[in-house]
DNA sequence: TATTGTTATACTCTATAACTATA
DNA sequence: TATAGTTATAGAGTATAACAATA
């Protein structure tokens, strides 16, 4: 008997997480020029401050190559200052400059204001259960995954 | 004030859906050496018979590159026949050879265990939400698109 | 000897458009 | 003149490993 793709369901959230995230990309991207993982990194650094590349990474499930390609673009737009770790000389602390964090209040209503469209599609019971939903299956994938 | 990452929407539907999809490539891409799209045109075909390219495009949300690649290299494996579509001489119809009928019929048992598994996460009331939550966030997201 | 982070490289995907053949 | 599908090509993203510096 055959898969229903319409129905299964990593094709069915595949297709939404892309929607999704060309909806979102529409502000990031076309008008401000960053990419994904520049986003992501941007929206790190706004919420934790100075930090070193370890906590970047796991703060966007970006790795450490992601991070560095995103924080050298970030850095020579101006976005980003990036200084060396006085607890570790090998390591970097980041942080975003006066230039980053402007950059970050500008979208932060935007996609705000998208990701608010996506959800009043639901009341607040449908939307608690789709939180709750989201998160057991992803443990569950995790499972899959093998990695916790 | 910034965005908390982790719980914004665009990118937990983003973690998940790249958790859910990598879980179930474990299936088709290591055990079957098949891409993403050629496992979509695969299971698309098992489903739909013998059909033209553009049947395949909306079926597998794939567009004609995609699909061409895909049935190409399909073709290659002895997976999948095409002949010209007698009511029109531009296009082909394509249909899957025994053979990849009898690998569909492999991977299909295995893909599903693993959707099982990561929906029996969730009980029958909670996983009719979930179905009418994620169809309902990916109609406004449509809309976000502009493309219905 | 292990870890942090960069650089190099190869590979896969994606997006665009040019092109062939047919309608 | 428009459509079905292929081919070409360039750009972006991804994955692996080699590497330098430090722990």
């Given at each position: 008997?055959?898969?229903?793709?319409?129905?299964?369901?990593?094709?069915?959230?595949?297709?939404?997480?892309?929607?999704?995230?060309?909806?979102?990309?529409?502000?990031y991207?076309?008008?401000?020029d960053?990419?994904?993982?520049e986003?992501?990194?941007?929206?790190?650094?706004?919420?934790?401050?100075?930090?070193?590349?370890?906590?970047?990474?796991?703060?966007?499930?970006?790795?450490?190559?992601?991070?560095?390609?995103?924080?050298?673009?970030?850095?020579?737009?101006?976005?980003?200052?990036?200084?060396?770790?006085?607890?570790?000389?090998?390591?970097?602390?980041?942080?975003?400059?006066p230039?980053?964090?402007?950059?970050?209040?500008?979208?932060?209503p935007?996609?705000?204001?998208?990701?608010?469209?996506?959800?009043?599609?639901?009341?607040?019971?449908?939307?608690?259960?789709?939180?709750?939903?989201?998160?057991?299956?992803?443990?569950?994938?995790?499972?899959?995954?093998?990695?916790?």
């Open positions: 008997m055959p898969v229903d793709l319409q129905r299964f369901f990593p094709y069915r959230i595949a297709r939404l997480a892309d929607a999704v995230s060309r909806a979102t990309a529409q502000v991207a076309e008008r401000f960053l990419s994904r993982d986003w992501r990194v941007l929206a790190a650094l706004a919420e934790l401050g100075e930090v070193r590349t370890s906590a970047l990474m796991e703060h966007s499930t970006l790795d450490k190559m992601q991070v560095s390609r995103a924080v050298t673009r970030l850095a020579g737009a101006g976005l980003v200052l990036r200084s060396p770790d006085p607890a570790d000389g090998r390591g970097y602390l980041q942080r975003l400059t230039a980053g964090r402007a950059m970050h209040r500008r979208i932060v935007m996609v705000r204001a998208r990701e608010a469209f996506l959800l009043d599609a639901l009341s607040p019971d449908q939307r608690a259960a789709l939180d709750a939903a989201l998160d057991a299956v992803h443990e569950r994938a995790r499972v899959l995954l093998g990695d916790g």
